[in-house]
């Protein structure tokens, strides 16, 4: 073996040392994100428990038909026009209802997402920020 390829081999050995022991320096921060998801679990039940008491409408039909929803999406309330229910248009109130259903499922999931990126905005967790992002983005399945 040559005077290069004993430095080649050594310089390798060097850099896999190097990765590892850079590795577990991230290990000496253990503790630091384990409070930090304790921080974040205790913030999210306030979140939840915050947006159960949010309301918001979903409508369909020219608001013919009416959906409140809480901010977690559970239904609270169906309004129907009296005028839907004397014409007695089934097919237009089987339309109707899951669209206004959707429509505030929707609104639920954008104020939920909304709620989370303002949360994850206090604490360094890399990538949290970014993950949240697309939460409101998501369309109910239709």
């Given at each position: 073996?040559?005077?290069?390829?004993?430095?080649?081999?050594?310089?390798?050995?060097?850099?896999?040392?190097?990765?590892?022991?850079?590795?577990?320096?991230?290990?000496?921060?253990?503790?630091?994100?384990?409070?930090?998801?304790?921080?974040?679990g205790?913030?999210?039940?306030?979140?939840?428990?915050e947006?159960?008491?949010?309301?918001?409408?979903?409508?369909?039909?020219?608001?013919?038909?009416?959906v409140?929803?809480?901010?977690v999406?559970?239904?609270?309330?169906?309004?129907?026009?009296?005028?839907?229910?004397?014409?007695?248009?089934?097919?237009?109130?089987?339309?109707?209802?899951?669209a206004?259903?959707?429509?505030?499922?929707?609104?639920?999931?954008?104020?939920?997402?909304?709620?989370?990126?303002?949360?994850?905005?206090?604490?360094?967790?890399?990538?949290?920020?970014?993950?949240?992002?697309?939460?409101?983005?998501?369309?109910?399945?239709?």
């Open positions: 073996m040559d005077g290069t390829a004993l430095l080649l081999g050594a310089g390798r050995r060097f850099a896999r040392r190097h990765i590892v022991l850079k590795g577990l320096s991230n290990l000496a921060n253990l503790p630091g994100i384990f409070k930090q998801a304790q921080e974040m205790a913030k999210l039940q306030q979140l939840n428990a947006l159960k008491t949010k309301k918001v409408t979903g409508a369909a039909g020219g608001g013919l038909v009416e409140d929803a809480n901010g999406g559970d239904v609270l309330a169906v309004r129907i026009d009296a005028s839907l229910i004397e014409k007695q248009d089934r097919e237009l109130l089987e339309d109707l209802l899951p206004a259903i959707n429509a505030a499922h929707a609104k639920a999931k954008e104020l939920h997402a909304q709620s989370m990126q303002s949360l994850a905005g206090g604490l360094d967790l890399p990538g949290l920020s970014d993950a949240l992002g697309g939460l409101g983005s998501l369309q109910p399945p239709g």
